[in-house]
């Protein structure tokens, strides 16, 4: 009946620990470096016609232009930026590519941009929101008064059954003398 009792509680011991472990797939080793890299403010917009990327790099407004139906790039295109702010006419830097030159830094906020394209015979109007706010911290991992309940808890019965092996041992061992 003793070896029963044991065997059972040395299960019920490695069952805790277990389930100790298995508390959602969190590494608790060493912080990973702060990410140094973040994107840029982006807006995008599309049409039957056009597909439009809008990039803020620095001091400037990098827009890419591409015909919806093949993503070709639309080059030679007249390509003009009113809203938020901002208004001119972006020179193409490369097919498809259109720079606008910004006179100073663009404030935190949400930015409505008018993009008007004329490519040929085709022309259309776009809208698009330029989101200059800065993202919200990640929220910072918590642990939770049940965690440390069951490492606990698994921590004491590991110790109370080998605490019973012991004695289990010693009796053994006075029997046999």
Known sequence: MRRIFAVALSTAALAAVSVAYAHGDEDHGAAPPPVTQSMAPRAVAATGEFEVVAVLEDKHLVVYVDRFASNEPVAGAKVEIEGGGLQG????????????????????????????????????????????????????????????????????????????LAVRRRKQKTKGL
């Open 89 to 164: 006419v972006a020179a193409e830097s490369a097919p498809g590519t259109y720079l606008l030159n910004l006179a100073a830094a663009l404030p935190p906020a949400k930015h409505a941009l008018t993009i008007s394209i004329e490519a040929g015979d085709s022309a259309d109007l776009l809208t698009a929101t330029l989101d200059t706010s800065s993202a919200a911290p990640a929220a910072a991992h918590a642990h939770y008064w049940s965690e440390w309940i069951v490492w606990g808890l698994a921590a004491l019965l590991l110790l109370v059954s080998a605490a019973l």
